[in-house]
């Protein structure tokens, strides 16, 4: 009796799972309907933007699609002005970065009459001109 019993329960338990997988490709293929519909429905929507395949659009349509084109140009103006604004920015900086560098390395007079204090004394007493040394 065990036996039959554990017969009738892999059996009924087997077509259950047979069923299963039935029940997961027509899902499947449900999910592929709707992907593929959206994807054609995406390319007709680039093909528009782009300018292909305008003639059956309506009024409403082509309003819409004038409506985009301008908020999409909105936004790539306002990237490309931002990008250019950071770089201007980051140029001002390695700008004054160099000019703070190139002050602390020019020639500063005051620090040459100081170390060479006979020079200047020469200079003072008019014996030998600063130039000829």
């Not at 054609?40 to 082509?62: D, F, I, P, V, Y």
């Not at 001002?92 to 020079?119: E, M």
């Amino acid at each position: 009796m065990a036996g039959t019993l554990e017969k009738y329960q892999r059996c009924r338990y087997a077509t259950l799972e047979a069923n299963q997988p039935a029940k997961d490709t027509q899902s499947s293929y449900q999910e592929y309907l709707k992907l593929k519909a959206k994807a054609e429905a995406l390319q007709h929507t680039q093909r528009n933007l782009l300018g292909e395949e305008l003639e059956h659009l309506s009024a409403k349509e082509l309003d819409q699609l004038e409506h985009q084109l301008d908020q999409t140009l909105k936004q790539i103006r306002s990237t490309k002005t931002q990008f250019l604004l950071d770089q201007l920015s980051d140029l001002q900086k390695k700008l004054n970065d160099s000019i703070i560098n190139a002050g602390r390395s020019s020639y500063n007079p005051s620090v040459t009459n100081q170390a060479n204090p006979a020079t200047s004394a020469e200079n003072a007493n008019g014996i030998i001109p600063g130039w000829m040394l």
